[in-house]
C-alpha cells in the first residue's frame, strides 16, 4: 500500500532554515509528480509546492517562491522540502502528498509534519 | 487564480441527506477530501463524480454549471470531518482548494 512518511519538522527561529523530507513506498515513486501542501493551524489546504516526476519541473506557490525549494531523489524514493528564511507565518503542518493517476487530483497524503517558527 | 467558494458550516441528522457546495468551478473537473480531526486528507470524490475505492457508496458527487456538489447519504457520526474542493489551475498548472466546510453530525 502506498505510504508517505515526512520528517525534519520542528520549532525554528524566524529567518533561520529547515529541511523536511518525505519517504514514499508501495508505488513507483519516478513515475509520479509529488506536492508539498500545508495547513496552518485551524486554518484550510494550501499548496506550497509541486515536483514532476522526473524532478525536472518545480512550481511554487508565490507565499514561498524564492524562499522554499522542492527537491526529489529518485533512487532513494524521496521527496524534500528546503525551507529559508522561515517566517512566522510558515507556522503549519506540512503534508507530502502524491500526484493521482488522473493527473490533476491527489490520491494519497502523508500524516504531516509540524514546523513552528517562533523565537 | 481560482477562487472556490464553500460554506464555512453544514449540519446534518444522522441517517439524512448533507450536501456541501463548491462555487466558482465553472468548466473545471472537481475533486473532494475529507479531513477528520487530527488526520490527513483523505480523498473522497474525483473528477467531478468517481470514488475510490474504499470509499462508500454513500459518497457522491456531481458538478453543475459553476457550482460542485458533495452528496453524503445516509450521513453517520462518523462522517463529522472538515471537506475541501480541489480543481486544477491550467494557467499556473497547481491545485487550488477551497476554504473547507465543517459537517457536524448532530
Known amino acids: 500500500q502506498v505510504q508517505l512518511v515526512e520528517s525534519g519538522g520542528g520549532v525554528v527561529q524566524p529567518g533561520r532554515s529547515l529541511r523536511l523530507s518525505c519517504a514514499a513506498s508501495?508505488?513507483?515513486?519516478?513515475?509520479?509528480?509529488m506536492h508539498w501542501v500545508r495547513q496552518a493551524p485551524g486554518r484550510g489546504l494550501e499548496w506550497v509546492a509541486a515536483?514532476?516526476?522526473?524532478?525536472?519541473?518545480?512550481y511554487y506557490a508565490d507565499s514561498v517562491k524564492g524562499r522554499f525549494t522542492i527537491s526529489r531523489d529518485n533512487s532513494k524514493n524521496t521527496l524534500y522540502l528546503q525551507m529559508n528564511s522561515l517566517r512566522r507565518e510558515d507556522t503549519a503542518v506540512h503534508y507530502c502528498?502524491?500526484?493521482?493517476?488522473?493527473?490533476?487530483?491527489?490520491?494519497?497524503w502523508g500524516q504531516g509534519t509540524l514546523v513552528t517558527v517562533s523565537s | 487564480s481560482y477562487v472556490l467558494t464553500q460554506p464555512p458550516s453544514v449540519s446534518v441528522a444522522p441517517g439524512k441527506t448533507a450536501r456541501i457546495t463548491c462555487g466558482g468551478t465553472?468548466?473545471?473537473?472537481v475533486h473532494w477530501y475529507q479531513q477528520r480531526p487530527g488526520q490527513a486528507p483523505v480523498l473522497v470524490i474525483y473528477?467531478?463524480?468517481d470514488r475510490p475505492s474504499g470509499i462508500p457508496e454513500r459518497f457522491s458527487g456531481s458538478n453543475s454549471g459553476n457550482t460542485a456538489t458533495l452528496t453524503i447519504s445516509r450521513v453517520e457520526a462518523g462522517d463529522e470531518a472538515d471537506y475541501y474542493c480541489?480543481?486544477?489551475?491550467?494557467?499556473?498548472?497547481?491545485?487550488?482548494f477551497g476554504g473547507g466546510t465543517k459537517l457536524t453530525v448532530l
Open positions: 465553472r468548466g473545471k473537473s
Open positions: 480541489q480543481v486544477w489551475d491550467s494557467s499556473n498548472d497547481h491545485p487550488v
Open positions: 515536483i514532476s516526476s522526473d524532478g525536472r519541473n518545480e
Open positions: 508501495g508505488f513507483s515513486f519516478s513515475s509520479y509528480g
Open positions: 473528477y467531478d463524480t
Open positions: 502528498a502524491k500526484r493521482g493517476n488522473g493527473w490533476y487530483e491527489i490520491d494519497y
